[in-house]
């Protein structure tokens, strides 16, 4: 008896200690298992946290073919050549946009993020909505004077503050902005950015004033190529008590549709003449002005030997029409221009006047031709019914005149006078951008009357167009491809699945 | 590996899932397309983004059988007595997840063909979309196959992994909800506007931070980035070993 009960006490002290070292290597196995993917979490969270924070930036690679992401080598070259201890703030007044595909940040917000990759530390980049951190308006503008609005984006470095618009990074296709609707067709972000960081570090050279007040039209396009070009940019409105400001360096009559007053006229004379000013006239022939003579800024101008015409210019050539229906030529540049524009390309333009020379020729006076048509343009005028009536023969005529007293150097007055507007109208601008060869020629005509050598100019950057080809695509191509790919080839699979699932289930 | 992924393969086209899986899918993406052309504007990278989106309804079909219908069989004791080794049943079952996904992806490749037989531009934001596309499915296929692991029943695993990859989805929107919550509480516990916006803030950016959707945003811009997609592989990875941990308990637990 008492054998057998040792012999059950000793299987139930063997079972027990088996039982024991089981359970011991489950716990053993569950800690091993709990501990392993601890530390593989752990693992992944610090690589992801590596690459996310510190070196994830430099594995970031802008692949777009016009590289609408990155920073041009002008703009890194500009900010390699600030100082070191340059810091420049750039803020964005609003949250961090998350889904900005089709919104006028798509091309803003990964380009401000190569800003800063690029700038070595000089640029940060952030976003900071003023209606959530009321303090960021007064920390970026302390005295109330920059006029900062939640969706723009301010620019700072020390106490000086540039802000960009994003609606104004971009051009717009001005037939659909008639109609009020923006449809983008050139990306100026990283010139609108880049030349936001030049004035803002290197300060505005000068002061241009645009008269407002003779026109339709909006200046914003020349504002931003004159901004471009350091110049800082008020306008002046048209009236008797009109009179130019001391600090004017270029006095701006952009597409004026109507004459100037005496008392402007008086004013003007005399910022030419005893402050040796800057003027550039552009005057086309529109629906606005074609009653238009001019008579007061003709009596201005004749003191340079120039007069606006009444007339309409007409193109003959062939070759220097761009598109007869739509009323748009091209002109050639004169011989001192040439090289103001690449490849000595031709300027576009539509209804035009010519721009002349008085009769009585003055010997002081220096003046060369600054675009011309053809030889085998003519004029024509309109008589009293309203009828065009043919003026004058074949033969060249001046689109732009570019008048200076001869020898007396730095303090000449410069004038600058077009019988055209497509060089600085806005629904130009809009629609060919502002690396096209009207915008760039404009550019190195202000530079040459400045003495401008160091500006960036950095080119518009054509969007995205998705569009398939019209021609190629009626309503039955759309009804055939909607047929095949919404209901034939779903079908078929689920055709095919159904006689599949049919075979199987009688196997 | 090979003999588990071919079988998985082939068993996608053996029962309907494959077929249903292939009909929903050209379904959705031929609407999306032909939405795309109607218009007359086809971003690709639009249609292949909007499709990462449907994700939540595919990857469930495709996983909820991996492993479910094995222990509901109970022929997942297989994985354990055969010579083949448990992270290479796993393996196999997702790669074979995952290419089906590629046959899916034929649709769009038929897309991307008449686009530029059209006139219509196939550009780099489009081939980002399509990286995006499988690093992401190969992350929510891993979760479809851990889901799939958890339980034999296979309408719970396309339960669980829908839900998760809905939560996903949904990251955004419940980081902003995150801000909120902790700006409210942090304003009634009387701090500024600043700080209790920042508070929220912070919030808002650890959540976000989770978001692989957020992360591959910027392939769809023809950025390329590698930390997005390191994001997506080694959380791939992660959701692989936990389904083989779950298997491998079983294992021990038997024992």
């Known amino acids: 008896m008492s054998e057998n009960k040792e012999m059950k006490n000793k299987e139930n002290k063997k079972e027990k200690g088996a039982k024991s070292s089981v359970d011991r290597r489950a716990l053993s196995l569950k800690v091993f298992s709990v501990t392993s993917v601890v530390i593989i979490l752990v693992i992944v969270l610090l690589i992801n946290v590596v690459f996310d924070k510190i070196i994830g930036k430099k594995l970031e690679f802008d692949f777009t073919s016009t ?33 900005y595909r089709g919104t006028e940040y798509e091309y803003i917000v990964p380009l401000l993020d190569d800003y800063q990759k690029q700038s070595g530390g000089k640029i940060t980049v952030e976003y900071i909505d003023p209606e959530k951190h009321p303090s960021i308006t007064k920390e970026l503008d302390p005295k109330g004077v920059y006029d900062l609005q939640s969706n723009i984006f301010a620019l700072s470095c ?4 540039e802000t960009v618009v994003p609606l104004y990074c971009y051009n717009y296709d001005q037939e659909m902005l008639n109609y009020g609707q923006y449809v ?25 004033y645009i008269v407002s007040g003779l026109d339709n039209h909006d200046d914003s396009q020349l504002q931003t190529i004159l901004n471009a070009l350091g110049f800082e940019v008020a306008e002046i409105p048209a009236s008797d008590s009109f009179t130019v400001p001391e600090d004017c360096d270029l006095l701006y009559l952009n597409n004026i549709d109507k004459d100037i007053t005496e008392s402007m006229y008086l004013a003007m004379d005399d910022y030419l003449q005893n402050t040796h000013g800057n003027l550039i006239v552009s005057a086309g022939f529109t629906q606005y002005n074609s009653t238009e003579s001019f008579d007061n800024l003709n009596l201005l101008l004749n003191k340079f030997n ?27 540049l004169g011989g001192n221009y040439g090289g103001f524009t ?65 020898d007396v150097g730095d303090k000449a007055p410069q004038v600058y006078v077009f019988g055209i507007t497509t060089l600085t109208d806005d629904a130009y601008i809009g629609s060919f951008g502002l690396s096209d060869a009207n915008a760039v020629f404009i550019r190195n005509i202000i530079r040459s009357m400045f003495g401008i050598e160091n500006s960036i100019d950095i080119p518009s950057r054509p969007l995205a167009n998705y569009s398939i080809n019209s021609d190629k695509v009626n309503q039955k191509t759309v009804s055939g491809i909607i047929f095949i790919f919404m209901v034939v080839i779903p079908l078929a699979f689920v055709i095919t699945g159904v006689v599949i699932y049919k075979k199987r289930k009688n196997l | 590996m090979l003999a588990v992924f071919k079988r998985e393969f082939l068993s996608y086209f053996r029962s309907p899932v494959g077929y249903v899986a292939l009909a929903l899918f050209s379904f959705l993406s031929g609407y999306i397309f032909v939405s795309l052309f109607g218009s007359g504007e086809v971003n690709l990278a639009v249609e292949i983004n909007l499709l990462t989106r449907y994700f939540m309804i595919i990857i469930p079909i495709i996983t909820m059988g991996l492993f479910s219908e094995d222990k509901k069989r109970g022929t997942e004791v297989l994985y354990y007595s055969s010579p083949v080794s448990l992270f290479s049943v796993v393996m196999g079952k997702f790669l074979a997840a995952l290419s089906l996904f590629a046959v899916l992806f034929v649709n769009v490749i038929i897309h991307m063909i008449i686009t530029a037989m059209y006139g219509g531009v196939v550009d780099i934001n489009a081939w980002g979309s399509v990286i995006v596309y499988f690093f992401l499915a190969a992350l929510f296929i891993a979760i479809g196959v851990f889901a799939s692991a958890l339980t034999d029943n296979q309408i719970i695993a396309a339960i669980i992994s829908f839900v998760i990859i ?25 701090s500024d506007v600043d700080k209790v916006n920042t508070i929220g803030e912070r919030v808002a950016a650890v959540i976000n931070w989770f978001d692989p959707l957020e992360k591959t945003k910027n392939f769809l811009y023809g950025i390329f980035s590698v930390a997005p997609l390191i994001f997506c592989l080694s959380f791939t990875l992660v959701f692989l070993f936990l389904t083989y941990r779950v298997l491998e308990k079983k294992r021990w637990s038997q024992g």
């Open chain 1, 67 to 99: 590289e609408q992401n990155s920073v041009s080598e002008m703009t890194v070259d500009y900010i390699k050549s600030l100082p070191n201890d340059t810091h420049i703030r750039i803020v964005g007044l609003m949250d961090r946009p998350e889904d």
């Open chain 1, 158 to 161: 020390n106490g000086h503050v």
């Open chain 1, 184 to 208: 983008p067709t050139a990306n100026n972000v990283e010139s609108t950015f880049t030349n936001a960081i030049v004035n803002l570090t290197r300060g505005y050279t000068h002061k241009a």
């Open chain 1, 306 to 332: 120039i007069a606006i015409s009444d007339e309409v210019l007409m193109e003959n050539d062939p070759s220097y029409i761009m598109d007869a229906n739509a009323g748009s030529y091209y002109a050639e």
């Open chain 1, 342 to 406: 690449t490849n000595n390309e031709k300027v576009k333009y539509a209804s035009a006047r010519p721009i002349t020379t008085s009769d009585f020729n003055r010997q002081w006076i220096t003046q060369y031709p600054v675009l011309l048509t053809s030889s085998s343009a003519t004029t024509y005028a309109f008589d009293e019914n309203g009828t065009p009536v043919v003026h004058n023969n074949k033969n060249q005529f001046d689109l732009g005149l570019f008048s200076t007293y001869t």
């Open chain 2, 166 to 190: 809905l939560a996903i989805n949904l990251l955004s929107y419940i980081s902003g909800m995150a801000q909120s919550a902790a700006t409210t509480i942090a304003t009634s516990l009387g």
